[in-house]
C-alpha cells in the first residue's frame, strides 16, 4: 500500500511503500480516506515521541474510511461501512486495521474529512473533563489553547453539560471562534497574567479544572486560578516540562490535584470503552449538528510536509486535515 514514509535524517515525509495490514479475528481494515494532524507527529518525525509497542510505525493517531474486510468474530459492522478511528500509529495510510470495538460510526451528515477531525481531540477532551477531571453542571473550567483541535472539542462538550468555560487564546479570531462554540468569556493570555482575569470573572473563586496544554510557564498562573479541591489536567508540555520552584504548601492549602494522562499510551480495553462512553454521549449531537469537529484546514496528503509547517507556525484554528488520494 502507498504511505507517507519519514526520512529520518532530513525529517521530511514522502509517499512510499507499505506493508498493508492484516486483521485479527477481532479486527476491521479501513480504506482510509482522510487522517488528522497531531502536535504529536511533529514530535514522532524528529524521535521525540516513539509508537508504543507494537503499534505502526506510520504516523497519524486518526482516520476516517471505509470497512474493506471485517473479522470472523466481529458483529455489528459490515463491509462498505464508513467509520473513524482513535490509531497508536498508521493514519498516514491507504489502510489501516483497528479493533472493531474501536470505530466510531460516521453519521450520515458528516465527510470524511469532519470525520477525520473528531477522534483524537473528541476523546481526548472527554478522558480528561469527564473520566479524569469529573467536570458537572454548574462547575467552572479554564481550557487553554482555546481555540486548537482539542480545544474547540471541550468547549462542546463542556457546553453541552452546562458547565462555565473560560478559555485562553492568542488572536482576536480565536477567541471569537471559542466564544462562537460557547465559551462564556476568552482570555488574551498575551496581555499579563491570566490568573488575575480568572479571579475577576469567577468573583474572586477561581476555576473547578484546568486543561493545560502547555506545563511549566503556565504552573504558577494555574495553581493560582484553580478554587479549593480544583484540578490540574496536564495533557501537554508545549510551554516546557521543568518547573524550577514548586510551593508544595499551596497545592495542600486548597487541595489541589494535578493529573497527568496521555491519551496514546492508553491500553486497548481502556481506549474501547472510552470510545463507547463518547459514542453514546456524542453520536446523536453530531448526527443533529449540535457537536461539530472544526477544521481549519484541508490539505492533500502530498503537501504533508507543508501541512506540518503549518501547524509549527501555529497558525491554526482547529484541525489540520490530510484527504489520503491512493
Known amino acids: ?70 473479522g470472523d468474530e466481529v458483529s455489528g459492522w459490515k463491509k462498505g461501512d464508513r ?40 476523546l481526548t477532551a472527554y478522558l480528561n473533563m469527564f473520566w479524569l477531571g469529573g467536570l458537572k453542571k454548574g462547575q467552572t473550567i479554564l481550557i487553554h489553547a482555546g481555540a486548537s483541535g482539542v480545544g474547540t472539542a471541550a468547549i462542546q462538550l463542556a457546553r453541552e453539560i452546562g458547565a ?46 484546568i486543561l493545560d496544554f502547555i506545563g511549566a510557564s503556565y504552573w504558577e498562573e494555574n495553581i493560582r486560578s484553580l478554587t479549593t479541591d480544583g484540578k490540574l489536567i496536564l495533557i501537554g508540555t508545549m510551554g516546557g516540562a521543568k518547573v524550577k520552584e514548586v510551593d508544595l504548601s499551596k497545592l495542600l492549602f486548597k487541595r ?11 491500553t486497548s480495553e481502556k481506549k474501547s470503552q472510552l470510545t463507547k462512553d463518547f459514542s453514546d454521549f456524542a453520536l446523536e449531537k453530531f448526527a443533529s449538528g449540535q457537536l461539530k469537529p472544526i477544521l481549519d484546514s484541508i490539505w492533500d496528503w502530498k503537501d504533508a510536509n507543508k501541512a506540518h509547517e503549518y501547524m509549527e507556525q501555529n497558525q ?11
Open 83 to 122: 467509520v473513524c478511528a482513535l490509531l497508536p500509529g498508521g493514519g498516514y495510510a491507504e489502510y489501516v486495521s483497528i479493533p472493531a470495538s474501536m470505530g466510531i460510526r460516521i453519521p450520515e451528515s458528516l465527510s470524511f474529512e469532519q470525520a477525520a477531525a473528531i477522534p483524537e481531540v473528541f
Open 316 to 326: 491554526n484554528a482547529g484541525k489540520i486535515v490530510l484527504r489520503v488520494n491512493p
Open 256 to 266: 489541589i490535584q494535578v493529573i497527568g494522562t496521555a491519551l496514546r499510551s492508553q
Open 164 to 209: 462555565k468555560i473560560l478559555v485562553t487564546a492568542g488572536t482576536l479570531e480565536k477567541r471569537e471562534l471559542c466564544l462562537s462554540l460557547g465559551a462564556d468569556h476568552a482570555i488574551d493570555y498575551k496581555q499579563g497574567p491570566f490568573s488575575s482575569e480568572v479571579k475577576a470573572v469567577t468573583s474572586n473563586q477561581g476555576v473547578d479544572l
Open 1 to 70: 500500500m502507498k504511505a507517507i514514509l519519514i526520512d529520518k535524517a532530513t525529517e521530511t515525509l514522502s509517499i512510499g511503500e507499505a506493508e498493508k495490514p492484516t486483521i485479527k479475528t477481532n479486527e476491521l481494515l479501513v480504506k482510509v480516506k482522510a487522517t488528522a494532524l497531531n502536535r504529536a507527529d511533529l514530535m514522532q518525525k524528529r524521535g521525540l515521541y516513539p509508537p508504543p509497542a507494537g503499534a505502526s510505525p506510520i504516523l497519524g493517531l486518526e482516520m476516517s474510511g471505509v470497512i474493506e474486510k471485517v
